[in-house]
């Protein structure tokens, strides 16, 4: 029988995140999504040296960039679908101009208009 061994504090404090932004992406949450992906990214910041991590931990944290991967791809994804669907139903909204101010007292001189 193996010994149950507890994942590093940053391991689970990140699969607590990712479980956040996993929840957050199956319920169509946008705003949920980008908090939780905030929150994913400064977990990420915090991660600890490599030797730290080393000693027992390297399956959890294969475990962890996997599902970051498989989560990343799965907002890709999401993302990618939302601006398809905001074109269909928004077609200016794919041709958007470079530069916003544009539209500002003074700017047509730099569009050489």
């Keep these: ?39 994913v990214q400064a977990a990420l910041q915090q991660a600890p040296r490599t030797l730290e991590l080393k000693d027992g931990h390297t399956q959890d944290l294969h475990a962890a960039a996997q599902r970051f991967t498989q989560l990343r791809a799965a907002t890709l994804r999401a993302a990618a679908l939302n601006e398809r669907a905001l074109g269909s139903l928004l077609p200016d909204h794919l041709q958007k101009p470079t530069y916003q101010g544009l539209g500002k007292p003074g700017a047509r001189r730099y569009a050489g208009a």
């Excluded at 479980?19 to 957050?24: I, K, N, P, Q, S």
Aim: net charge negative; no cysteine.
């Design 1 to 39: 029988m193996s010994e149950a061994r507890v994942p590093h504090p940053w391991i689970a404090l990140l699969h607590e995140r990712l479980d956040a932004l996993e929840r957050a992406l199956l319920q169509g949450d946008a705003l949920g999504a980008e908090l939780a992906s905030g929150a």
